[in-house]
């Protein structure tokens, strides 16, 4: 081996050691504890960031930490869609949803998408099963009417709101080592099925399950001011001003409403990340730094 090799293999060492120390503490703060992750984005489509998010899930199962996996799968929804013939509509972010529509959904989530993440969970030393809020009807639902600028109670089809979830099932997956992975589909008091909001649901889960964080993955950095940069320490006053002032609208209204109720409600910490970037979840675990917005429960910073 060459001078030159030997030192820039000791540097990479170096460097690998200082990022095992300093996960370190986080590992010990952050054990024993149950961590929801939405997951969608650029992160359910790319080939190299599945296999690391695989990977970091499984990792975090392994150092002691409960992952609950909460997944969308709008590209997908969309893809099916087209294929037959129709056009995905959505209102104030949530997709319009007739019975054809709910069944391409309940195809897709708790078909295709869910058994694909599990599958590669699975194959990266997890031990993952996929369900759906109709599963043991853990997630009951109800129907949602949305308010929109031109009138009230607009009926967007079979789209639920979260009425109750029970979390019995979860609980008892993850202490039996299992990593839950849930398809955001509920289920009706007549049985029917719901489509509901990923984002509402990971909330609304890590809520009942007293999660210690909820991180939601994203297309984006995080939440954004209007020029662009990065929000980092958010307060729920602080995020009202956004909503107020046109900051945050559309796609991102169900996200960041999620995220708030859960920061208010019980979850010490949501967090808004780039999917995009390898590793993210990792980075914002185990990390000084992080890579996202976090979004704390109280007008006080950290």
């Known amino acids: 081996m060459s001078e030159k090799r030997a030192t820039v293999d000791t540097v990479e060492a170096s460097l690998k050691a200082n990022i095992l120390a300093e996960a ?9 504890s149950t961590i929801v992750i939405k997951y969608g984005g650029n992160a359910m489509t790319d080939p190299s960031l599945k296999e690391n998010f695989a990977k970091d899930v499984v990792l975090l199962k392994l150092v002691g930490i409960h992952p609950v ?5 709008g590209p997908q929804i969309n893809d099916l869609l087209k294929k037959v013939g129709k056009e995905g509509v959505f209102v104030q972010g949530m ?12 195809m897709v989530l708790g078909g295709h998408v869910n058994k694909e993440i599990t599958s590669l969970l699975n194959q990266h030393g997890g031990r993952a099963v996929g369900v759906t809020g109709r599963d043991s009807h853990f997630i009951k639902a109800k129907k949602m009417f949305i308010n929109t600028p031109e009138r009230n109670g607009v009926d967007i089809g079979q789209v639920g709101q979260v009425e109750s979830i029970d979390t019995t099932l979860i609980e008892g997956m993850v202490e039996r080592g ?9 289920v009706g008091r007549q049985g029917e099925a719901f ?5 509402v649901v990971a909330g609304r889960l890590a809520e009942e399950l007293h999660a210690e964080k909820l991180i ?8 954004l001011d209007k020029e662009g940069h990065l929000l980092t320490n958010l307060t729920p ?10 900051t945050l609208y559309g796609g991102m209204l169900p996200k960041i409403s999620a995220a708030l109720e859960a920061a208010t409600h019980g979850v010490k910490a949501t967090h808004i990340i780039d999917g995009r970037v390898p590793h993210a979840l990792l980075l914002e675990i185990f990390t000084d730094q992080g890579v996202g917005s976090m979004i704390l429960g109280q007008d006080k910073m950290p």
């Open 195 to 199: 489509n509901i909001n990923a984002d």
């Open 216 to 223: 939601m993955m994203t297309n984006i950095a995080g939440v």
């Open 95 to 106: 997709r319009v949803t007739d019975g054809e529509t709910m069944d391409i959904v309940e």
């Open 69 to 73: 996996v909460v997944h969308g799968g």
């Open 237 to 246: 006053s602080r995020v009202d001003d956004l909503v107020a002032d046109g």
């Open 24 to 32: 370190l503490p986080y590992i010990r703060q952050f054990s024993g």
């Open 178 to 186: 299992y990593i839950p992975v849930v398809a955001p589909i509920g």
